[in-house]
């Protein structure tokens, strides 16, 4: 079972303590790299916590929330090596492993239901990285990070 990394900042704390709770019903070993209450913070620092967590084998992925999900998701991906998906629905869950191998995502604790969150959850955990043509996109990617 894959070890995930948690990080949000106050928009998104209330949602990732449910997906954490969720997460460890269902038996994944989980690293919370905060925030750890709903006090005002600010996203970049979980950002990059839990992405510095995936990049240096930590955990296998990670999640991340705050309000939309679009300001952490775009602090993430200036981290070498990440590739995060701000996620809404299952189908983009599913397509954001499948195709682009994605190993973080976003979420946002304003804009995704709880119920809609579990799915979408799952649907990105049980995704597999389909690799062919889609792994020569991925690699034209990291190539992007090192020009």
């Known amino acids: 079972m894959r070890k995930i990394g948690l990080g949000a900042d106050h928009g998104g704390y209330e949602l990732k303590e449910k997906i954490k709770k969720y997460l460890n019903e269902k038996g994944y070993e989980l690293k919370d790299y905060g925030t750890f209450s709903k006090d005002s ?68 604790g304003r804009t995704v239901g709880e119920e809609i969150a579990y799915t979408i959850v799952d649907a990105y955990l049980s995704a597999k990285f389909e690799g062919g043509r889609h792994q020569k996109r991925v690699d034209k990617i990291m190539k992007i990070e090192e020009e």
């Open 41 to 108: 913070v600010d996203y970049p620092d979980f950002a990059k916590l839990v992405a510095e967590g995936v990049v240096n084998k930590e955990v296998d992925c990670g999640m991340i929330f705050c309000g939309t999900g679009i300001g952490i998701s775009i602090a993430a991906n200036k981290v070498k090596g990440i590739r995060c998906a701000n996620l809404s629905d299952t189908y983009s869950a599913a397509k954001s492993v499948e195709h682009n191998n994605c190993n973080m995502i976003a979420l946002g």
